[in-house]
């Protein structure tokens, strides 16, 4: 009988060898899996332990990626165009000259993106701007895939894969958005789903992006607390199990419950690279 070898490589982080495993197939479930032991509806959400420890993993490099045009303007009336064009000016003195956006006015940093639905009319409008990245928004909860999107996870993880394959054939760069992620299923959806990302990323040569989104501020960062609310799991999670490097993950914390500082220097910490601010302190919620 042939046997099965799963690659062993060299972690430059730790100086260890490891073993991969990249074996996480997409559980399809006919009812979505909402966690209502950890969120009930008529209580406070709990947070429940097992006392899996990951390692820390920190990146060679961390950056900040900006979000105050996207998510600081839905809690605020939208800038005006002077004032818009005021803050880039302001991101650029603040990012120097080794930051990670371009922007539009002669400057190579910082860089505009776009957020798209993960829907073609929205690719239409990347395309029309010769956008070299986008965000996609990949809701990946039950709660959204199930209950916003009215798809299985697999009808959604295709939905998805097909949006992204568009961008990749004009040669765009997907920041694929997971948004309420500290709510979905992270080995029977996300590392699944994300696996496929990868490959494709393999197959295509570009880039893509994984941002975590902790939509509604559930994340903890409390070592041995469990997924999907650790921090340190799903980056973990994202980077070893589905091959994620950390110059491609980007942690989106909101801030309903104050731990978005704390959680965002987590996912530092723990292998993600990129951290989404605002300017001002404005964001959602």
Same mark, same amino acid.
């Given at each position: 009988?042939?046997?099965?070898?799963?690659?062993?490589?060299?972690?430059?982080?730790?100086?260890?060898?490891?073993?991969?495993?990249?074996?996480?197939?997409?559980?399809?479930?006919?009812?979505?899996?909402?966690?209502?032991?950890?969120?009930?509806?008529?209580?406070?959400?709990?947070?429940?332990?097992?006392?899996?420890?990951?390692?820390?993993?920190?990146?060679?490099?961390?950056?900040?990626? /900006?979000? =105050?045009?996207? !998510?600081?303007?839905?809690?605020?009336? &939208?800038?005006?165009? #002077?004032?818009?064009?005021?803050?880039?000016?302001?991101?650029?003195?603040?990012?120097?000259?080794?930051?990670?956006?371009?922007?539009?006015?002669?400057?190579?940093?910082?860089?505009?993106?776009?957020?798209?639905?993960?829907?073609?009319?929205?690719?239409?409008?990347?395309?029309?701007?010769?956008?070299?990245?986008?965000?996609?928004?990949?809701?990946?909860?039950?709660?959204?895939?199930?209950?916003?999107?009215?798809?299985?996870?697999?009808?959604?993880?295709?939905?998805?894969?097909?949006?992204?394959?568009?961008?990749?054939?004009?040669?765009?760069?997907?920041?694929?958005?997971?948004? /309420?992620? =500290?709510?979905? !299923?992270?080995?029977?959806?996300?590392? &699944?789903?994300?696996? #496929?990302?990868?490959?494709?990323?393999?197959?295509?040569?570009?880039?893509?992006?994984?941002?975590?989104?902790?939509?509604?501020?559930?994340?903890?960062?409390?070592?041995?607390?469990?997924?999907?609310?650790?921090?340190?799991?799903?980056?973990?999670?994202?980077?070893?199990?589905?091959?994620?490097?950390?110059?491609?993950?980007?942690?989106?914390?909101?801030?309903?419950?104050?731990?978005?500082?704390?959680?965002?220097?987590?996912?530092?910490?723990?292998?993600?690279?990129?951290?989404?601010?605002?300017?001002?302190?404005?964001?959602?919620?």
């Amino acid at each position: 009988m042939e046997m099965e070898y799963r690659q062993v490589h060299m972690n430059h982080t730790s100086h260890l060898l490891e073993l991969e495993e990249h074996m996480y197939p997409l559980v399809d479930v006919e009812r979505p899996n909402t966690f209502r032991n950890l969120f009930p509806y008529d209580e406070v959400p709990k947070i429940a332990f097992n006392d899996r420890i990951v390692p820390h993993h920190m990146p060679h490099q961390i950056w900040i990626t /900006d979000t =105050t045009f996207r !998510d600081g303007q839905q809690s605020r009336a &939208p800038y005006t165009t #002077e004032q818009i064009v005021t803050i880039y000016d302001y991101l650029h003195k603040l990012g120097g000259p080794h930051g990670l956006i371009r922007a539009y006015r002669g400057y190579r940093y910082p860089q505009v993106t776009s957020w798209i639905r993960a829907s073609k009319k929205d690719f239409e409008l990347v395309k029309s701007m010769g956008m070299r990245e986008t965000g996609i928004l990949v809701s990946c909860s039950d709660y959204h895939i199930f209950y916003k999107m009215h798809m299985t996870r697999r009808q959604a993880m295709e939905h998805y894969l097909t949006i992204v394959k568009e961008c990749l054939e004009m040669g765009i760069s997907p920041r694929c958005h997971l948004e /309420d992620i =500290t709510r979905a !299923d992270i080995y029977g959806y996300v590392i &699944p789903f994300c696996l #496929e990302l990868m490959k494709l990323r393999d197959q295509y040569g570009i880039p893509i992006k994984v941002r975590a989104c902790d939509t509604m501020g559930y994340g903890v960062n409390y070592p041995g607390a469990v997924i999907p609310r650790s921090v340190p799991g799903i980056i973990y999670g994202l980077m070893v199990h589905s091959g994620v490097p950390s110059e491609l993950i980007e942690w989106h914390g909101h801030n309903d419950f104050y731990k978005a500082v704390s959680n965002s220097t987590t996912a530092w910490l723990y292998g993600a690279s990129g951290v989404n601010c605002s300017l001002f302190g404005i964001g959602e919620r």
